[in-house]
């Protein structure tokens, strides 16, 4: 069955730092996709990055990039330069499968981000 | 361009009463999902639909139940409201396939006193 795992249920970190939020992930299909959302205080659910079981470079988008490593079934992200509006929830998640049997998506517990001033 | 629009944003139900939350989304998108989330606890997949006419269970379905009437639309029913059902809900959309992620909707208060 799969599995998301985030270990960190909160952290703390100076503004302008980078963080790097741990997920490990547990699944038998080799068609699979990884992502990340980022929920702030207001309550919505922003997708953040993409990463592909296939692809084989990492995955960047803008200050956000993952750090995927297949062998350890790992998919870290790691957020350069932290801003005050990082401040927030954040949950890595996977997609099994291909086509129709790809159906949804299984999210991680989460991990609370504090950017201090 | 609306995207997933959730109805209503706010809810206080008493211990057995029922209600209906709607979820309409615009994207033409053939999957839609019901997901709660609890406090540390993440998201929680309650019942999900592929297609038009289709409903299948998720983690936690136990006390709600799912119609997906016209493919637009995904509706989650309590018919008999407990405390442990007070949570956030969200509804989300997708195309299907593996590298396709969610669209959420805003998300639904609601609290069974």
């Known amino acids: 069955a799969q599995k998301i795992t985030q270990t960190q249920p909160g952290m703390f970190v100076q503004e302008k730092e980078a963080v790097t939020l741990d997920c490990t992930y547990d699944?038998?299909?080799?068609?699979?996709?990884l992502f990340w959302y980022k929920q702030p205080s207001s309550g919505e659910m922003i997708f953040l990055i993409y990463?592909?079981?296939?692809?084989?470079q990492n995955a960047t988008e803008g200050r956000y990039s993952l750090n995927f490593q297949k062998a350890r079934k790992s998919a870290n992200l790691v957020i350069s330069a932290s801003q005050l509006g990082d401040s927030a929830m954040y949950f890595c998640?996977?997609?099994?499968?291909?086509?129709?049997?790809?159906?949804?998506?299984?999210f991680g517990s989460g991990t609370r981000l504090s950017i201090r001033p | 361009n609306a995207g997933v629009t959730q109805t209503p944003k706010f809810r206080v139900l008493k211990t057995g009463q029922s209600m209906t939350l709607l979820c309409a989304q615009d994207?033409?998108?053939?999957?839609m999902y019901w997901y709660r989330q609890d406090p540390g606890m993440g998201l929680r997949l309650i019942h999900y639909?592929?297609?038009?006419?289709?409903?299948a269970k998720g983690e936690v379905p136990d006390g709600y139940n799912v119609s997906r009437l016209k493919k637009q639309n995904f509706l989650l029913g309590l018919e008999s409201a407990a405390p442990s059902q007070t949570s956030v809900y969200f509804c989300?959309?997708?195309?299907?396939?593996?590298?396709?992620?969610?669209?959420f909707g805003s998300g639904t208060r609601l609290t069974v006193v």
């Open positions: 989300a959309s997708s195309y299907g396939g593996a590298n396709y992620g969610y669209t």
């Open positions: 699944t038998s299909d080799p068609s699979y996709g």
């Open positions: 990463q592909g079981s296939y692809d084989q």
């Open positions: 998640a996977m997609r099994e499968g291909r086509g129709s049997s790809a159906s949804k998506i299984i």
């Open positions: 994207m033409n998108h053939e999957y």
């Open positions: 639909s592929v297609g038009e006419g289709t409903t």
